[in-house]
């Protein structure tokens, strides 16, 4: 997927003005964050699961090469095949390498972001090899040729209406708007897909070190289909997914669906150990698992460390007032909301990403609701740091930063300078008692008015009421 | 006890009646406050945009110009959640500086909060007749967990009534820089804010923090409305006689 993260504020403006998605970005808003509030609430103690599932993570990633090289050992014992891919390139090289060694013409997927962050599709029909999304999002995402908007919901951004139009045109049937007909059709045209698919995608959530299996949490059977029928399965996923135990694993699964869509349980949870065995009724003959780096090792030991510990519920993004407000296709790439502005920069390249982490308010909803406590906002400032560090700043506002520091240190500067600004202020607005606007100060001014001071800062008034100068 | 109030430059440029009733307010409690001349900000549009270098630099100003004060009270949610929780962050190593920010730090207090919790203030001194509603400003919510204080307070006021709005803990949208960086967002959440406040049918609409209420009330003015009042919670609690008392 291309990375168009420089274009932000474009891309907000044109959500901020798309009425139907401010429209689907309200329902969402309703569902998911009501949703994970009643969900949490049958938790016991909610917060110690969070806890838990926090100390799970960091045991992982305090000794992750050694987590991954446990799995990679358990996989291989049950018939898989593990292949360590350093970037995206590398994922499609190994994958069009499995697709041409069996012979694969057509692959269904069920949905990873790996395969997202990677540009997987791409890669396989260069390599002659058809892709189907199966999850019916990705399905319909296919169909329309855009990128998901939504981790969890990644079709979030369309109405019922759009993609009646949508299935009338490549299905060739009468149109209709009934959700449940829709899934009826969608379903109809994927079956085949299935059963003449030679090989099947998924990502993984995690990833159980103890049986080297992979998990995968779906509500739609068709994670069952992709990873069972084909003769060939590959799993692709990113190297931080490693759990220790099938406990662990059952701990996080406590959070993941109450903080995704509210739900205490997923449909469907499904285990995938090795390959077919004998007098196996179903399952892959050959089980390829890809893991990706594509920079996460980078950050093993950083103060950017936590972002690892994500599992992609997406409730970061489903409580931000900004992504609430603007979607998921503002951000640019796979990943959006607060942990987006943090990964895309990260993955993808400060130099790519450069408004992402300074989009936000740091109100601090995101880490207040993340099942595995990441401190979105500290590394959205650790982000920034970087940026300034590495120059990456505007200069005009390097400028006033450094001006304006120059002024805090200086006290009598400071007080000299606001109290003229206090004076100054308070001319302008007159009798109105508001300033409208101001050179200079757009930023501002374009869509807000300043309520006029009161014409003498603070402190001067103070001393004066002191009777000192 | 000695209390140092640290005003915030917001407060003291464009508000100083703010100033004026927290000094009330400290005086109400018993507190004997002393206001250090040489503050000025307390460094978050620096920090906040990555500049930890200037952090660290003006986390030590302020040590110095508060040195000798039991507390600090800040006027602001989000001053106070800087000052309290960000500046410590600033000094990894244990030098001596970096000591002395961090138990001054330690003893820093937004307003409410100090009034309620170390200062016992049981009847503030201000008097409102009316409908007000409360928004939470999000650092001193988030990242101080001032949430009860205000509303207790506000509550021992008699003619006062609070109307709670909708999505009262939301963002309104100022974030410091981003107001400016990204207006278009900003005014967004600011607007969603003052629709909540409009449905409550509040006379005014009452914060712990000036600037969400600079953009909040910009943002009111801006879309015409130039009767709802906004104000912060120490010129309630304070009776804005605050204001009348240096003029």
Request: with cysteine.
């Amino acid at each position: 997927m291309e990375v168009k993260a420089v274009e932000f504020v474009r891309k907000a403006h044109e959500a901020l003005h798309n009425p139907r998605l401010q429209e689907a970005l309200r329902r969402t808003e309703a569902k998911f964050v009501q949703g994970r509030r009643e969900a949490l609430r049958h938790l016991e103690d909610p917060d110690a699961v969070r806890r838990h599932a926090t100390a799970i993570r960091d045991t992982v990633l305090r000794q992750l090469d050694a987590w991954l090289i446990h799995f990679e050992r358990q996989a291989q014992a049950r018939g898989a095949t593990v292949h360590w891919a350093e970037d995206g390139r590398e994922v499609a090289r190994i994958l069009t390498d499995i697709a041409r060694r069996h012979g694969v013409r057509k692959a269904v997927k069920s949905k990873s972001m790996v395969s997202e962050e990677v540009g997987l599709n791409a890669a396989l029909e260069a390599a002659g090899v058809q892709v189907v999304e199966t999850d019916l999002g990705e399905y319909i995402l296919q169909l329309a040729e855009e990128p998901p908007s939504h981790i969890v919901a990644p079709v979030l951004h369309k109405t019922r209406d759009e993609i009646a139009d949508l299935f009338a045109r490549h299905h060739g049937r009468p149109r209709k708007t009934d959700t449940a007909a829709l899934t009826r059709e969608a379903r109809e045209f994927l079956r085949p897909h299935f059963l003449s698919a030679d090989m099947g995608i998924s990502g993984a959530n995690f990833l159980v070190a103890e049986t080297g299996s992979v998990l995968i949490v779906t509500n739609e059977g068709n994670g069952r289909l992709a990873t069972t029928l084909p003769r060939v399965h590959v799993a692709i996923t990113g190297i931080e997914k490693v759990v220790p135990t099938l406990e662990d694993a059952a701990t996080l699964l406590r959070l993941l669906p109450r903080s995704a869509t509210g739900q205490d349980i997923t449909n469907y949870v499904s285990l995938l150990t090795g390959t077919k065995q004998a007098g196996d009724a179903d399952g892959p003959e050959h089980f390829h698992i890809i893991l990706l780096d594509n920079g996460r090792s980078r950050l093993l030991g950083s103060e950017l460390e936590p972002i690892l510990r994500c599992i992609r519920c997406g409730a970061c993004m489903n409580h931000c007032p900004v992504y609430q407000s603007v979607g998921g296709h503002a951000y640019g790439w796979v990943y959006p909301g607060p942990m987006g502005s943090i990964l895309t920069p990260l993955l993808a390249g400060l130099e790519r990403a450069t408004p992402l982490p300074n989009a936000s308010t740091l109100c601090g909803r995101c880490a207040e609701v993340c099942p595995v406590n990441i401190p979105l906002a500290d590394l959205l400032r650790e982000l920034r740091h970087v940026q300034q560090v590495r120059g990456l700043r505007p200069r005009l506002e390097t400028l006033s930063l450094r001006l304006w520091r120059a002024l805090v240190l200086r006290p009598r500067l400071y007080h000299a300078v606001m109290g003229m600004a206090a004076w100054l202020l308070t001319r302008l607005a007159g009798a109105r008692g508001r300033l409208c606007r101001l050179p200079g100060a757009a930023g501002w001014f374009a869509h807000r008015d300043l309520p006029a001071p009161a014409g003498e800062t603070f402190l001067a008034a103070w001393a004066r009421r002191r009777g000192k100068p | 006890m000695r209390v140092g109030l640290f005003v915030t430059c917001i407060a003291n440029l464009m508000r100083p009646a703010v100033g004026f009733a927290a000094l009330r307010l400290l005086q109400a409690a018993g507190c004997e406050v002393v206001v250090p001349p040489g503050q000025t900000c307390c460094g978050q549009p620096a920090y906040n945009s990555g500049d930890f270098e200037t952090g660290r630099k003006i986390a030590c100003k302020w040590a110095q110009d508060f040195a000798g004060c039991d507390y600090v009270v800040v006027p602001s949610g989000s001053c106070a959640g800087m000052i309290r929780v960000h500046y410590p962050r600033l000094f990894a190593e244990s030098d001596m500086q970096g000591e002395a920010v961090r138990q001054l730090a330690a003893r820093t207090w937004e307003l409410t909060a100090f009034l309620v919790e170390v200062a016992g203030l049981s009847q503030p001194p201000g008097w409102y007749q009316g409908k007000i509603t409360y928004h939470d400003s999000c650092s001193g919510l988030r990242e101080l967990m001032v949430k009860t204080a205000p509303r207790t307070l506000l509550a021992r006021m008699p003619g006062l009534v609070l109307e709670e709005m909708d999505g009262c803990e939301t963002c309104c949208g100022f974030g410091g820089t981003f107001a400016v960086k990204f207006g278009e967002i900003s005014s967004h959440l600011a607007d969603n804010k003052c629709a909540a406040i409009h449905a409550t049918g509040a006379q005014a609409v009452v914060a712990g923090d000036l600037g969400c209420l600079l953009h909040i009330e910009g943002r009111l003015r801006r879309l015409g409305d130039t009767t709802t009042q906004v104000l912060h919670v120490a010129e309630v609690l304070a009776g804005r006689q605050g204001e009348v008392a240096w003029k």
